[in-house]
């Protein structure tokens, strides 16, 4: 009953959707659809010839490695047999402030992951609480692993995800795992599906130069309808950048929700500080330490170590979303300003590694994140003057342009194995539009910085001018970067 209600809503929001652009059109006059015509409605998505190009090259490489690349990787990591088996796995779950209830779903597919596996196994819980500690055991007693899979737990202190990875890896270094070792680092609302572990240890086998690894991710959305689309779309759209960086070994952050890594990785001095104090020396806003975003610490140490990374499409993970707040607007916000904060402040620094170890096109891609803030507002805001000063016309033709090519859009994450849905289009342009402002926030305030979940944020203790300068000067920075680009805008229309 669920099932056929959801399939008449899916049927009837695409519906709503097509006779929305329909009824648009029906507005325009006939001359927007002539090709002869100055109006012609193609020439619009001219501003977005960047942008659009940017998205073409990783769609087509994303397709390539999917159906391509890696059946050929996946074919020869099988052929290598047992000789590509770890000689142990370690599997890190960090657990803080999750329900008892995800947290035993957690736990329960990691142990059985690990007794599944049929590899030699320890199971590290990095955790704060007692209460979590009581739950795995219980849990453990009632799965009943065998001999060889162990269980190892790690107190720590509620001071951030950062500290618990590093007092895990520090547990795993004092066992002293060989060079054929490798560890996963599982957050603590991600559920492993079966057979994850044995789809992705064999290319450390494969790939000589392989640090670390990631994986697929669905997830489970614990919120309304819009909240959940919105995630679903993130995943399908993630799961093709990922592709595509894949294409180059240069996968471009290892996530936190499940990753696995060479243990010589690890457990490595340098990488373990990367981790727990990675920190920025900015030159308005000073030092101050990365509180979260500890999967681009992760990834830009191994690139700075001079590894390479990867993607294993077929190994899935299934996460567990609790968004921060119940309005779709403000939890959507939040999450933006952590996560686009993350990459921002990594990616000065990653760019300083230079071509010469990142290649041409990650380079290319790091560069484009700190460009697309721009370029995504620009459409509307070339939409908006030319209504104001030519006619109201104008701004149905965007509007239209809008409708159709996020359409497009929608329809080739078919290809993803994700589902889509109705409302995708108009999440997508909600991305494109209040993630480019929320970009531009951060970018002047990159030491602004909080969890959505543990609700900490960094304290620098600052003297008072210094705290003063730093509001000020990112705020005159803002507006200024703001004036300069509707300025221009207004000169060119």
């Known amino acids: ?283 308005r806003l000073g030092r101050f330490k990365f509180l979260t975003g500890d999967d681009k610490s992760s990834w830009y140490s191994l690139m700075r170590l001079g590894y390479d990374t990867f993607y294993v499409p077929d190994a899935t993970i299934n996460t567990v979303e609790h968004p921060p707040e119940k309005s779709f607007i403000k939890a959507s916000r939040k999450l933006m300003f952590r996560w686009y904060g993350n990459n921002l402040r990594q990616n000065s620094r990653a760019l300083g590694l230079g071509p010469s170890r990142l290649g041409w096109f990650t380079s290319l891609v790091l560069l484009d994140q700190r460009i697309s803030m721009w370029t995504s507002l620009l459409g509307p805001s070339v939409a908006i003057i030319a209504s104001i000063k030519y006619g109201f016309a104008y701004l149905l033709i965007y509007l239209l342009w809008i409708g159709l090519t996020r359409l497009v859009l929608t329809l080739l994450l078919l290809a993803s194995g994700h589902e889509i849905g109705p409302a995708y289009p108009l999440i997508l342009y909600y991305n494109q539009i209040v993630g480019a402002l929320v970009k531009v926030y951060v970018f002047f305030r990159l030491d602004q910085q909080s969890w959505t979940r543990q609700k900490t944020k960094l304290n620098r203790d600052l003297a008072s001018f210094q705290r003063w300068f730093n509001t000020w000067s990112s705020r005159a920075m803002t507006f200024s970067a703001g004036s300069i680009f509707v300025a221009a805008l207004m000169w060119v229309v």
């Open 1 to 283: 009953m669920d099932d056929t209600r959801g399939r008449l809503r899916t049927a009837a929001g695409w519906l709503f959707y097509l006779s929305a652009l329909g009824g648009m059109a029906l507005l325009l006059p006939h001359s927007v659809f002539d090709p002869q015509s100055t109006d012609f409605l193609l020439l619009l998505g001219a501003v977005g010839i960047w942008r659009y190009s940017v998205g073409i090259t990783h769609y087509v490489r994303g397709m390539i490695f999917l159906y391509l690349v890696f059946p050929y990787y996946r074919r020869k990591a099988r052929k290598q047999g047992a000789d590509a088996d770890p000689s142990h796995v370690f599997l890190m779950v960090t657990s803080f402030r999750i329900d008892a209830l995800t947290t035993a779903e957690v736990y329960r597919s990691v142990i059985e992951e690990a007794i599944n596996c049929d590899y030699p196994c320890t199971v590290v819980c990095s955790i704060v609480e007692l209460s979590d500690e009581l739950l795995v055991k219980n849990l453990w007693n009632r799965l009943n692993p065998p001999q060889r899979v162990k269980l190892t737990f790690v107190r720590i202190p509620g001071t951030g995800k950062r500290d618990g990875l590093a007092q895990g890896f520090r547990a795993i270094s004092r066992a002293q795992p060989d060079e054929r070792a490798v560890v996963a680092v599982v957050d603590g609302d991600t559920v492993l599906s079966a057979g994850v572990v044995r789809k992705t240890v064999p290319y450390f086998g494969l790939f000589e130069n392989l640090g670390g690894l990631t994986t697929n991710e669905f997830c489970e959305v614990r919120g309304g309808y819009i909240m959940h689309e919105w995630h679903k779309l993130r995943f399908a759209q993630r799961h093709i950048n990922m592709c595509s960086m894949a294409l180059s070994k240069r996968v471009l952050t290892l996530t936190g929700r499940m990753s696995v890594f060479r243990a010589e990785v690890v457990t490595n001095p340098g990488f373990i500080a990367d981790v727990e104090s990675d920190h920025l020396e900015h030159w």
